[in-house]
């Protein structure tokens, strides 16, 4: 069936430092692909998506690229801030965007 | 952009009774909404998809007696956690899907959190 692993976090960085989230999935078709982020005590937002093979996503200073050919969408961002401490959810939605699967989710906390 | 609303937004209940949580989309119409339970520090778990003017469709595991849906409108679906317990405390999201030709894109609500005493 259709899956996504992530990255067990937590993930702590120090301010400016480089982010990597590493995200792999399983699954039949072709899949969109999304990255969420969740600030504490709120819901889901999404961050980016991507919706075939090579697109790049992009939002907020966060990139990720959709890799068929390694069944990736790792996460990106070349200098992170304190405000970017969150949980994100790497995700697939089947082919129509009907359902969403998502991964376990990656803590990160960035330090000042 | 599309918003999803939720109410209550937080609720505290005894335990034994039931409760209600709306999922409203405001600015869109969705003949599918979905319900997911997130448990602290946990991912989101999809308990049900919910379809407008039919029964909902409910993952494996998860008791269709204990968490009713109802998907009244367009606009509109209800989830109600009945006799609720401690264990049923948990952070409750749900989701609708705007339809745009051929393609849907998801929107999240900010959810419920249910504490059950």
């Known amino acids: 069936g259709n899956s996504v692993t992530q990255m067990e976090g937590p993930v702590t960085l120090s301010e400016e430092a480089f982010l990597t989230i590493n995200c792999t999935y399983t699954a039949t078709g072709y899949p969109s692909l999304f990255w969420y982020v969740q600030y504490p005590g709120e819901g889901l937002q999404l961050l980016l998506k991507?919706?075939?093979?090579?697109d790049k996503g992009s939002n907020k200073g966060f990139e990720a690229t959709y890799r068929k050919e390694t069944t990736s969408f790792h996460l990106e961002k070349g200098s992170v801030q304190v405000s970017d401490s969150a949980v994100y959810f790497c995700?697939?939605?089947?082919?129509?965007?009907?359902?969403?699967?998502f991964g376990a989710g990656t803590r990160l906390f960035v330090k000042a | 952009g599309a918003v999803v609303s939720q109410h209550p937004s937080w609720v505290i209940c005894k335990s034994g009774t039931s409760v209600k949580i709306e999922c409203r989309s405001l600015?869109?119409?969705?003949?599918?909404m979905f319900w997911y339970r997130q448990f602290p520090k946990q991912s989101l778990m999809l308990m049900a998809t919910?379809?407008?003017?039919?029964?909902?469709?409910?993952e494996q595991g998860v008791e269709k007696d204990k968490f009713l849906i109802n998907h009244a409108s367009l606009t509109l679906s209800t989830l109600t956690v009945t006799s609720a317990h401690p264990e049923d405390s948990s952070f409750y999201i749900c989701?609708?899907?705007?339809?745009?030709?051929?393609?849907?894109?998801?929107?999240f609500g900010p959810g419920t959190r249910l504490l059950v005493l």
């Open positions: 600015d869109f119409q969705a003949t599918t």
């Open positions: 991507a919706t075939k093979a090579d």
């Open positions: 995700a697939l939605s089947t082919t129509g965007g009907f359902k969403t699967i």
């Open positions: 989701s609708a899907n705007r339809e745009a030709g051929s393609f849907r894109t998801q929107y």
């Open positions: 919910s379809n407008e003017g039919s029964k909902a469709t409910y």
